[in-house]
Structure formats: structure tokens, C-alpha cells
């Protein structure tokens, strides 16, 4: 099972970043998003599609379609400059990545 | 506050062994599945291996099956991996994560892997 990220996004702080992770009928699947910084753990952003740890703000959205789930941070910060993983468990593969999304805000 | 600290990396030959350690704190280890994630220079994340909270299943990647060991010891509440028969293209940064419902809910800081001549 494959997964396809756009490989970066650049953007101005306030603005909102939109994530795209493509895979065939990824509805089908729980998607989660972590976000990764030189040096430091990854940080889980979001679970099953939608659902946000505790401690994640609200400007972190997301949402599915068919082929496709969307990770959405709204009023984008300089902290929220990161790169991002789409992540589902598929039951030939188990877990998967996506390929990644750089995050840069200008 | 839940902390995972991974330790063991090092530079390595090609065809050598390692073995990689996940100290946890901050929540009940034995009830957790746990796991190991690795991330090449300039590249994706990529799944190693999985086991159970009771370390009974564990579950590796094709490309690490047989050649890679996940462990735990719940009594020190610790996480192991060790890596046999190393290739140049196992280099990365290995990170350990808690497993929950599929996805990993808390990671490490990650240790880093040199397999190198």
C-alpha cells in the first residue's frame, strides 16, 4: 500500500496549510499525522482522520475523502514549520508512511 | 509525563550487530504494544518491527524480517532491538514509539545508526 504526499508546502504565517496524503480508498482506513522537527520526537497531531491529542491546537484539522485525507492547520505559525507524515495500518503491510510534506513558513 | 529514551546507536560495519534500547517512564509499559520507526538521511519515515504489551507477537518490516530482533523487558520497562547483518541501507536515526490502536501516539527522540566501512 502506497501513500503520496506532496513533497512541500510554503507558505505566510496566518495563512493555512493544506496536507494531502493520496492513497487508493484511503476512506476505507484511519489515517493519523505526525510532525517532525530536526533534533526532536515526532508528535502525533491527529488519529482516526480527525482526532486531536491532547495539548494539539485547534488550528490542526483533518478530514477524508475517497483517495484522498487532508491534514489543515489554519493561522499557520514559524513553530508550525515542520515536516509531515500521513500514517495508516494496512493488513497486507501493517504500517505505512507517507512520503512526507515540508512545511515552510516564509 | 510519559518519556521514551532511546540509546545504542552507534557507527557500525556493514555485516556487524547492534542492539538498540527504548528506556520508558511515565505510563504502564506492560499494557503497551511498542515499536520501532526509523528515518534515513533526507528520507521518509519508515516502519521496523512491533511487539505486544506481554511481548508474546511481535510483527517486523519485509526488509528487516530475520535479521532484526524487537524485545522488551516489562520489569525494567524497556524496549530492545537488535539489528544483525547491517547493511549500508540500514543507516538512519531509529526512533521507539508506544503503539495504541494503530497509530503511535508517543515517540523518542531517536538514536542514530551509522553502518559504515
Known amino acids: 500500500y502506497v501513500l503520496t504526499q506532496s513533497p512541500s508546502v510554503s507558505l505566510a504565517p496566518g495563512q493555512t496549510a493544506k496536507i494531502t496524503c493520496g492513497g487508493n480508498d484511503i476512506r476505507s482506513k484511519s489515517v493519523h499525522w505526525y510532525q517532525l522537527k530536526p533534533g526532536q520526537a515526532p508528535v502525533l497531531v491527529l488519529h482516526h482522520d480527525r482526532d486531536r491529542p491532547s495539548g494539539i491546537p485547534e488550528r490542526f484539522s483533518g478530514s477524508t475523502s475517497r483517495n484522498t485525507a487532508t491534514l489543515t492547520i489554519t493561522s499557520v505559525e514559524i513553530g508550525d514549520e515542520a515536516d509531515y507524515f500521513c500514517h495508516v495500518w494496512d493488513n497486507n503491510s501493517y504500517h505505512v508512511f507517507g512520503t512526507g510534506t515540508r512545511v515552510t513558513v516564509l | 509525563e510519559v518519556q521514551l529514551l532511546e540509546s545504542g546507536g552507534d557507527l557500525v560495519h556493514p555485516g556487524g550487530s547492534l542492539r538498540l534500547s527504548c528506556a520508558a517512564s511515565?505510563?504502564?509499559?506492560?499494557?503497551?504494544?511498542m515499536s520501532w520507526v526509523r528515518q534515513s538521511p533526507g528520507k521518509g519515515l519508515e516502519w521496523v518491527a512491533s511487539?505486544?504489551?506481554?511481548?508474546?507477537?511481535?510483527h517486523y518490516a519485509d526488509s528487516m524480517k530475520g535479521r532484526f530482533t524487537i524485545s522488551r523487558d516489562n520489569s525494567n520497562s524497556t524496549l530492545y532491538l537488535r539489528m544483525n547483518s547491517v547493511r549500508a541501507e540500514d543507516t538512519a536515526v531509529y526512533f521507539c514509539?508506544?503503539?495504541?490502536?494503530?497509530?503511535?501516539?508517543?515517540w523518542g527522540p531517536g538514536t542514530l545508526v551509522t553502518v559504515s566501512s
Open positions: 511487539v505486544s504489551g506481554d511481548g508474546r507477537n511481535t
Open positions: 511515565g505510563f504502564s509499559f506492560n499494557f503497551y504494544a
Open positions: 514509539a508506544s503503539t495504541t490502536a494503530g497509530y503511535f501516539d508517543y
